[in-house]
């Protein structure tokens, strides 16, 4: 199965409102940028600038695909009475 890797940068409410007046944006729009959610050449800025200034990039590795499994469910002869997928 594939995992699915995601990226964000993490870094503290004092960063981030400093990078929002530094840039002119919102808390949020910094918070989107952190989070990969936004892709222009500001949010590149707005990354680099929290990796400066002590933001930390971080992979999230989804690994739920992994952990689903088939469940079967039997009668008292042993039957598959029914299938679910957790």
């Not at 680099?48 to 469910?73: C, F, M, P, W, Y």
Request: glycine letters at 6%; hydrophobic letters at 40%.
């Amino acid at each position: 199965m594939e995992k699915k890797i995601r990226q964000k940068i993490e870094l503290n409410a004092t960063g981030k409102a400093k990078l929002a007046k530094a840039f002119g944006v919102t808390v949020q729009n910094v918070s989107q940028a952190l989070l990969f959610k936004r892709n222009s050449s500001q949010a590149c800025q707005i990354r680099e600038a929290a990796l400066i200034n002590g933001g930390s990039l971080v992979q999230i590795i989804d690994v739920t695909d992994e952990l689903k499994r088939i469940v079967k469910v039997l009668d008292s002869k042993g039957n598959v009475k029914e299938i679910i997928n957790s």
